[in-house]
């Protein structure tokens, strides 16, 4: 399983993102996909997931309404839209296989002015 984030990188309060996550080495369309992210000091914590075939999803509480978690099967590829961005978002964000455990290298937000 090789999992590779990109996207990140500086943004204003109130600004948006989309993140990507580039999945190779299992059946990817098989496979619910989730966002987690980790702020310094802090634990690692679930942001999103989206089913295999996208049909069901889930965000913890501090990012709904904000950010939405899409997938392209024909591109393994999952995304991840962030707007209305928050100081609180400043982290390091990385994808994972439902199931698995197997991380990429993340790619880090910073959300300042």
């Known amino acids: 399983v090789q999992l590779v984030e990109s996207g990140g990188g500086l943004v204003q309060p109130g600004g948006s993102l989309r993140l990507s996550c580039v999945a190779s080495?299992?059946?990817?369309?098989?496979?619910?996909m989730s966002w987690y992210r980790q702020a310094l000091g802090k634990e690692r914590e679930l942001v999103g997931t989206?089913?295999?075939?996208?049909?069901?999803?889930y965000y913890a509480d501090s990012v709904k309404g904000r950010f939405t978690m899409s997938r392209d099967n024909a591109k393994n590829t999952v995304y991840l839209q962030m707007n209305s961005l928050k100081s609180e978002d400043t982290a390091v964000y990385s994808c994972k296989v439902v199931g698995r455990v197997a991380w990429g290298q993340g790619t880090k937000v910073t959300v300042s002015s």
């Open positions: 989206i089913s295999s075939a996208s049909v069901a999803t």
């Open positions: 080495g299992f059946a990817f369309s098989g496979y619910g």
